[in-house]
């Protein structure tokens, strides 16, 4: 298997040790992921526009990181969503919350992504 490249997505408050406390799907394609981090931080994740998640049996998390290469996870949702052919300037990207032992524990396919800092705790 061949290692995708990735960049991580900056947080303001690291997520080494970091737990999920729930994921969500709600109205319009929206998906809420909760996460509490090492200092007792909470954060929520928005994915907006979601068309694919793929739950790996999560737990604690290390990470969370876009996907650059064309995935093969990608390609199958936008052949989900999309009649042939797909159209190159689609806006999806694909996410991947990483588990301690840097493999995916939680991936998403959405078109947007937000965090809210409601209950943030400098470090």
Known sequence: MTELKTQAIETRVGLDDAEFLSYTRG???????????????????????????????IGDISSIREVIDASEFLEQ???????????????????????????????????ALTIDYSDFRPA
């Open 27 to 57: 109205e319009n394609d929206v998906l809420r992921v909760e996460i509490q981090a090492w200092n007792g931080s909470r954060m929520t994740f928005l994915f907006e526009e979601v068309i694919a998640v793929f739950d790996h049996s």
């Open 77 to 111: 949702a936008l052949r989900w969503c999309y009649e042939a052919p797909v159209p190159n300037d689609h806006p999806y990207k694909h996410y991947q919350f990483l588990g301690l032992d840097d493999n995916p524990s939680l991936e998403i396919v959405s078109a």
